[in-house]
């Protein structure tokens, strides 16, 4: 490395480390780890995988909303006419972020009771972890023009880096050949930290793969993602837009009628070949627990003696009942905060439909989406009985909620992006009230996704009217804030 | 033998997916300290051009050629040498003036304007700590062109510097523009901005489906596309009149000169506009 690239990196690390605190970043991670220490204080057990669940994803979705932004701002155009090569760039991309993630880990680590010298080990799977994501979100964003395009398209590699180490840890995978995903191994370094082979008959750490490999193999993996974030990131950005086939705002277009944003809307899903699975992601969410599930229930008792089936509502709220309409918020949050930085807002301002009706669209999408979304994923997962009925008609208008709510804090896609974690806490708190029996379990009704949870054993009239009143209260007082922030 | 700052020969460049050229072999030398002008209408392959230049763009058949070297041969060393500033102001919007000069400076390898000196060149000192997403678009064109001139380039690409300024910060950012000249700085200008590429560019190419159509000094392409007359517009019994003369040799005009009641005299030399439209047929 020589002494100008050095000086470019040390440069560029620098002018990251302000633009990210200006964003509250740093802010927003501690927040959370405060928020995860004290869930694996609780709960040591699922610490390893609340570390590799979402502790290790905190920066993945940041590094896109930063690269989606620097590319409209044009940062990206005029580095690229700059003597930053696309190593430094993605260096100074990767590190702050990744350092974030593995200060945020130690606390949450230490909280869970990590065995006395494997803090080192796991430490390190965090980061390497972190920095095989961040550059593959880094990679997936160079190559899109909006942030809807990057969020639809990164779950396709999040899939398998997720799914193949969760698998193998519940040990519907065995043998070495999950680890060929190399978040196999950091996963089992992670889950090695608090004793889980002396518990677990799949051993999570195999004779054969010594910590020391494992690390090694996620620093390829690491490595080969930076690169091809780099040869993403090198090339050319032209000074005009290049077409492209990911979301296109609908208020761009010259006709500013609701029923041609209807249209817009759904030439993007049919033409926008990222945006049909999530379109279609309730029916393929459903179909999944329908066939997987249940045998997996079976096949925990049967094994590992671990009774799942007295926790089946729990699992309800959390995948399809609450799950479905978050998303559908965060996707209505997205597509907005779009529309605000490409300045297609301002032209919606200036048109006879205004921002009331704009707004007013966006929610009836978004409710309409995750009540379609409900509709579909509730009864075809088996998993939400019919009795609870009410509980999912009071979790549709959540989606309107969550959106808003973003966008009460949000001033463009990164702060949007930023606070979807943090908003995500209090929104999946009240599945505490589960747990929480007697009056202290009111303590969460102001918390607009507790009704729903109460609601779930049977459709009582006083709890679907304390929701309607509940959730009106929050639509509301967020959408009178949120219509303030967008028109100035 | 001249080394010339910019050189094209036989530049072509054709997009996938595309059945015409969008460069369709142009050669173009531009000489050290040259203000050269591109014009033409959107679409033409002025970009297209820019970014080959600039080495934006690598795929392109012919040679080009910049400070005596290929294009390809330089590798990220061109952006040393060379300034490129967009048509779209290009910032960090969470940082300031200063804080983005600043950022910006630091990437390279040379000795650097001061960014005070960058910040005062382009009249930014007032607002020097104010976020860039607050500026107003004429500040952020100038912090654009401030940014672009940092690490003192021997070639400046400006791609329609003066879009969407008022006549004051046009006029303000052209002035910048003739001091880097003056400074002996080449500078490409790429830009639709008749009065730009007027008083500011030794030389113009008009650009139209991928070929030049003329290239010559704005003068010589106004005197060859004008009318040789003179129009004389005068007032007669209250009335305004117009009459129009061969020359100002002629002794009619001498006359009615003589009289002290012409308002105004104009020759009839073509401005670059009416240059355009006649050497491309279509409209800026």
């Known amino acids: 490395m020589t002494v100008g690239a050095v000086r470019r990196t040390r440069a560029l690390l620098a002018v990251e480390a302000v633009v990210e605190w200006r964003y509250r970043i740093p802010l927003v991670v501690a927040g959370l780890a405060v928020a995860w220490s004290a869930t694996a204080a609780m709960l040591p057990a699922a610490t390893p995988y609340l570390v590799f669940v979402e502790t290790v994803t905190v920066g993945t979705f940041v590094i896109g909303a930063l690269a989606v932004t620097e590319r409209e701002t044009g940062v990206r155009a005029v580095l690229s006419v700059s003597p930053v090569r696309p190593a430094e760039y993605v260096v100074a991309r990767v590190v702050p972020l990744g350092v974030l993630t593995v200060l945020a880990a130690v606390p949450v680590l230490l909280a869970g009771r990590i065995a006395p010298g494997r803090l080192a080990p796991a430490l390190t799977a965090v980061a390497l972890t972190a920095a095989l994501l961040l550059a593959v979100a880094l990679a997936i964003a160079s190559r899109r023009r909006t942030l809807v395009g990057f969020l ?32 196999t191994g950091a996963l089992a370094l992670l889950r090695d930290g608090f004793g889980a082979p002396g518990r677990d008959p799949a051993a999570p750490l195999p004779a054969l793969l010594p910590a020391l490999a494992l690390l090694a193999y996620l620093a390829l993996w690491a490595w ?16 005009k837009a290049r077409r492209s086939r990911t979301h296109r705002s609908p208020w761009r277009q010259a006709e500013p009628r609701p029923l041609s944003f209807v249209r817009a809307d759904l030439r993007n899903i049919v033409r926008d070949s990222m945006l049909a699975p999530v379109a279609l992601s309730p029916l393929l969410l459903g179909g999944v627990l329908r066939f997987g599930y249940p045998p997996l229930e079976e096949w925990l008792a049967r094994t590992h003696g671990i009774e799942l089936a007295s926790y089946r509502p729990v699992l309800a709220l959390l995948a399809v009942v609450l799950h479905v309409p978050l998303t559908a918020g965060i996707v209505g949050a997205v597509f907005v905060l779009d529309d605000l930085d490409s300045g297609a807002l301002g032209v919606v301002r200036v048109s006879p439909v205004g921002l009331t009706r704009y707004l007013a669209y966006r929610l009836g999408t978004i409710t309409a989406g995750a009540a379609i979304g409900l509709a579909v994923a ?14 999912v008609v009071l979790a549709a208008p959540l989606a309107p909620v969550f959106t808003l709510a973003v966008l009460a804090v949000a001033r463009g896609r990164v702060d949007g992006i930023t606070a979807v974690k943090p908003l995500g806490i209090p929104m999946y708190l009240p599945i505490a009230a589960w747990w929480i029996t007697g009056p202290a379990g009111w303590i969460l009704a102001p918390l607009p996704a507790f009704w729903a949870v109460r609601a779930w054993d049977a459709p009582r009239p006083a709890f679907l009217a304390g929701g309607v009143i509940c959730l009106g209260l929050w639509i509301v007082l967020l959408a009178r804030r949120v219509a303030r922030r967008l028109a100035q | 033998m001249q080394e010339f700052a910019i050189e ?38 002025k970009t297209t051009t820019q970014h080959v230049l600039t080495g934006q763009l690598r795929r392109y058949e012919g040679r080009a050629a910049v400070l005596g070297r290929p294009v390809g041969e330089w590798g990220p060393a061109l952006y040393q040498r060379i300034g490129v500033g967009f048509e779209l102001p290009a910032h960090f919007p969470k940082l300031t003036a200063r804080e983005n000069l600043a950022a910006f400076a630091a990437l390279y390898d040379g000795p650097v304007l001061p960014v005070r000196d960058a910040l005062a060149a382009v009249s930014l000192t007032d607002v020097a700590d104010r976020r860039a997403a607050d500026l107003s678009k004429g500040m952020k064109m100038r912090l654009n062109l401030a940014r672009a001139l940092l690490h003192r380039p021997d070639v400046l690409f400006l791609d329609e ?13 052209r002035a910048i523009v003739a001091e880097q000249a003056a400074a002996g700085r080449t500078v490409f200008l790429t830009t639709h901005d008749m009065t730009a590429a007027d008083e500011l560019c030794d030389r113009v190419a008009f ?12 003068r010589a392409l106004k005197l060859a596309h004008g009318h040789g007359t003179v129009v004389a517009e005068y007032a007669e019994n209250g009335d305004l009149r117009r009459a129009e003369y061969a020359s100002t040799a002629v002794p009619d005009l001498r006359r009615l000169l003589a009289t002290g009641t012409v308002e105004t005299l104009h020759t009839r030399e073509a401005s670059l506009a009416d240059v355009f439209i006649a050497v491309t047929g279509r409209r800026l």
């Open chain 2, 207 to 218: 650009m139209h489906e991928g070929r030049f159509a003329a290239v010559d000094t704005p």
């Open chain 1, 378 to 391: 509730a009864p075809l997962s088996g998993l939400v009985p019919a009795s609870a009925s009410a509980a």
């Open chain 2, 161 to 173: 510097p003066t879009s969407g300024l008022d006549p004051a910060n046009a006029a303000d950012v």
């Open chain 2, 8 to 45: 094209a020969s036989g530049l072509r460049v054709r997009y996938p997916g595309t059945e015409a050229d969008a460069v369709a072999g142009i050669d173009l030398a531009v000489a050290p300290g040259e203000i050269f002008g591109l014009l033409g209408p959107n679409g033409a392959g």
């Open chain 1, 152 to 183: 639809t398209a990164l779950p396709w590699p999040l899939v398998p880096l997720f799914g193949v180490p969760l698998a193998a840890a519940v040990g519907l995978l065995s043998g070495p050949v999950p680890y060929v995903i190399p978040t």
């Open chain 1, 224 to 239: 080969l993602a930076a690169r091809f974030a780099g040869r993403a990131a090198a090339r050319p950005q032209a000074g």
